[in-house]
């Protein structure tokens, strides 16, 4: 292994692992560690490969000025993590070995993902980890990490790393740090200077539009007025069994309109006027992109979209699957269909429907049309694991191997049927579903939600019994809350974000409590921020303002823009939003202290007082010994007496349920590493006698 | 000045959020009236414990039944033009 040194950055560990056996001739990489910091070194064509891996970002754009209550700060620069970042201290440890080992490099390859991410990190890296190697790298372009594709992107390497993603993705990191350091400062310095307490607030360039959506839903949720209407729900006899059928009017605006229609049809006898059938082709669906993937495992299985990001993630680092940060429908025929369903053949539940595939003449896949120029979309590899999956991972990649064999079927054969059936001058329909021929939906069957409905042979003219016709009281129902998934889709559908973004800001969201539960229900915290935003700055919550950005990224990434205007751009948008900030530091820090506040009670409250029925229960401190005790919101008044004891130590917080015995509030309580407890706040429940 | 409903700081006598759910309240008590015919005070009542009124509707509902505007929908009316 004489020869030159050759430095190749992988992203992750896994990565590195893979790519060190990849392109190691006897498959067999030799594994050495500096630290705790592992890299292989391996052996390939008289050279001497050394290939580590980074733990993600090992930099970060951070303010020169670090001072938290100055603002604004326009000058920012690359700097180490572990320098501003507390729980980055582990990356220290990383930049010295890999600064380290390029000293006795030759040569650099950069084999991080071929995205705006992994680009801009290698940069970093090779820049000021390496000494200044970022001009003089080669890139490894590969979309999957099997060792064929990995050889071939070793042979085929690129002269350098991509310049202009590493503008746009340098450009977005400054952008984001500009937007949100700035204005998560003048919020945080305002509210400080008005209460004297800190507290978290932020916003940022997308989070802020993102939660203006969330925000904008709620208020017409929240100020709903339902109004009634009524509809018709009959069913027919046919054949001795019983259908439902469906009135020609979905909206009757009074009741006595509806009781005449119940009235006039109930018992009576119909007749069919006429039958409609209509075949139709339904076209197999198209391949996934990370947005339609995490869209579809939460339809299916509920993940968060975080959730289905890491695990297809865990999934492409084992090369069972593609790369999964894509936006393309498209696969190319490069990727080979029929190796991938030969290997694929070699899993018993696959056998029979790779085989059919395989004996079609010629293997055309049914494509979307968004394009990623940077990866396919998201397909397996053809590999088997080579450990027993966790159930998630195995389902993710059931539905990605299933979607992939799908887009290659021929379109479903469907019936549907219509039947009109006139009874009294009234019209009624009957309908029916049916797949005469299933095509795609072979291959994909565990993921169909559609129900087939059959029919009974019918033929106009023939006579119906009307067996039962009720009136059913309706409202109308406000608009759905957004769910993760519907809520990354809008973010998609807007073009604010990234694929790789998306998911982490709607994560913050959620942590920062302007937006709880599965249905996203909007806090008043959340309701209050983007009130004041509105007020004094409605350019940093606008989408337009946003989406401007992102396209101005874009055209950086295909060489049509420089960051410099863009940065400068961003700056005079900026400065004016936190001079009016600053300008009303004071009003600003009245009502974000008072929305923290009321966000501070809320949190406390535990539920309804059972004793005054009119007052709420929440965690209380006695004003004598500053202990704790939960209590009635007119405790201290001394118009309620209500109250519980509550531990001393620990955190304690509402568990937002009661208790199955006695009907109480319920509390969560845990100890410094020990595990949470959630039990009934009334000392006298049955539930605890066992324990008395 | 106060939301009379809620407390967030306001210049009228409701805040924004109570506002726009008061406006609608009023808007549709037409529609309530034309099919179920029921008097303004039964409609706040309706509202009340209907389970697709917004939280903010059921909390401007109470408001009028406990503020004695329950009889007259002027109450409302006058609460907006107040507001305006």
Not at chain 1, 608 to 613: F, S
Not at chain 1, 681 to 688: D, L, V
């Given at each position: 292994m004489e020869g030159r040194n050759v430095l190749i950055l992988c992203e992750k560990p896994t990565a590195a692992e893979r790519v060190a056996k990849a392109l190691d001739e006897g498959g067999n990489p030799q594994k050495r560690e500096i630290g705790r910091v592992p890299h292989y070194v391996a052996g390939r064509d008289g050279k001497r490969l050394v290939v580590v891996a980074a733990l993600g970002h090992l930099y970060t754009v951070a303010p020169s000025v670090k001072d938290r209550n100055v603002f604004p700060v326009f000058d920012f620069q690359w700097v180490p993590r572990y320098e501003v970042e507390r729980d980055a201290r582990e990356t220290q440890i990383w930049i010295e070995v890999i600064s380290k080992l390029s000293q006795e490099a030759q040569e650099y390859i950069l084999a991080t993902d071929y995205d705006i991410e992994g680009a801009t990190l290698g940069y970093t890296i090779l820049k000021y980890a390496c000494g200044g190697k970022e001009k003089e790298a080669k890139r490894m372009k590969f979309s999957t990490l099997t060792t064929g594709e990995l050889e071939e992107s070793y042979r085929q390497l690129s002269d350098h790393i991509e310049f202009p993603t590493v503008e746009a993705g340098t450009c977005r990191h400054f952008l984001d740090a500009m937007y949100g350091i700035n204005l998560s400062r003048a919020m945080t310095v305002a509210a400080k200077q008005w209460s004297g307490r800190y507290a978290v607030l932020s916003t940022g360039r997308v989070q802020g539009p993102t939660l203006k959506f969330l925000v904008s839903r709620e208020r017409r949720i929240s100020s709903f007025v339902p109004t009634p209407y009524w509809g018709i729900e009959a069913k027919v006899e046919i054949n001795g069994s019983l259908y439902e059928v469906e009135y020609e009017r979905d909206v009757i605006e009074s009741r006595d309109e509806a009781q005449v229609v119940v009235n006039e049809c109930s018992r009576k006898k119909g007749r069919v006027t006429e039958i409609e059938v209509r075949k139709f082709l339904q076209n197999p669906p198209v391949p996934f992109d990370l947005g339609a993937l995490q869209a579809e495992a939460y339809g299916l299985f509920k993940y968060m979209p975080r959730r289905t990001a890491d695990i297809a993630e865990r999934l492409y680092l084992e090369a069972l699957i593609s790369y999964p940060r894509t936006s393309s429908q498209k696969l190319p025929p490069t990727i080979g269909y029929r190796a991938i369903l030969e290997s694929l053949s070699h899993e018993p539940r696959y056998e029979k429907l790779s085989a059919e595939l395989l004996r079609l003449r010629e293997l055309i896949p049914k494509e979307g049309e968004k394009h990623d120029p940077a990866h396919p979309s998201i397909y397996p590899t053809g590999n088997l694991p080579e450990r027993t999956l966790s159930e998630p991972e195995r389902r993710l990649w059931d539905l990605v191997v299933r979607r992939f064999m799908a887009v290659f079927g021929e379109p479903a054969l469907k019936q549907g049927v219509k039947a009109s059936i006139t009874v009294n001058g009234h019209h009624f329909f009957i309908r029916g579903r049916q797949t005469l021929k299933e095509g795609w939906i072979v291959f994909y069957r565990p993921f169909i939600r559609s129900e087939e409905v059959v029919l009974p042979p019918l033929e106009e003219g023939q006579e119906i019994e009307f067996k039962e016709v009720l009136r059913e009281d309706k409202f109308t129902k406000p608009p759905p809350r957004y769910n993760p998934s519907s809520l990354l889709r809008k973010m998609e559908n807007e073009g604010i974000g990234t694929k790789a973004t998306r998911a982490g800001i709607i994560d913050t969201l959620y942590n920062r409590g302007y937006v709880s539960g599965e249905r996203a229900v909007v806090s008043e915290l959340g309701l209050d921020i983007i009130d004041i935003l509105n007020k004094h700055c409605p350019e940093v919550v606008s989408v337009d303002f946003t989406r401007d950005l992102e396209e101005s990224m874009e055209r950086i990434q295909s060489g049509n823009e420089k960051m410099e205007n863009v940065l400068s751009k961003a700056v005079n948008r900026l400065t004016p939003v936190l001079e009016e900030l600053k300008k009303h530091e004071d009003t600003v820090g009245q009502d974000l202290s008072e929305a923290v506040r009321k966000a501070r009670m809320q949190q406390r409250i535990v539920g309804?007082?059972?004793?005054?029925?009119t007052g709420k229960l929440m965690i209380l401190f006695s004003r004598r010994t500053g202990k704790r005790f939960i209590g009635c919101t007119s405790f201290f008044k001394g118009i309620c007496k209500a109250s519980y004891p509550l531990p001393q130590k620990g955190s304690v917080k509402p568990a937002e349920r009661i208790c199955r015995t006695c009907g109480s509030s319920m509390i969560r309580f845990k100890m410094q590493s020990k595990r949470p407890w959630t039990f009934c706040?009334?000392?006298?429940?049955?539930?605890?006698e066992g324990r008395r | 000045m106060k939301c009379k409903i809620c407390g967030r700081r306001t210049e009228s006598e409701l805040c924004k959020l109570h506002e726009e759910a008061s406006k609608n309240l009023l808007k549709n008590y037409e529609a309530w009236k034309k099919s179920m015919n029921v008097s303004w005070e039964e409609y706040l009542k309706e509202i009340q414990k209907n389970p697709f009124a917004g939280v903010w509707a059921k909390e401007v509902a109470h408001h009028l039944l406990v503020s004695?505007?329950?009889?007259?929908?002027e109450g409302l009316a006058k609460d907006t033009e107040m507001n305006k």
């Open positions: 309804d007082c059972p004793v005054c029925g706040i009334n000392p006298s429940c049955p539930s605890k | 004695g505007f329950a009889n007259e929908q």
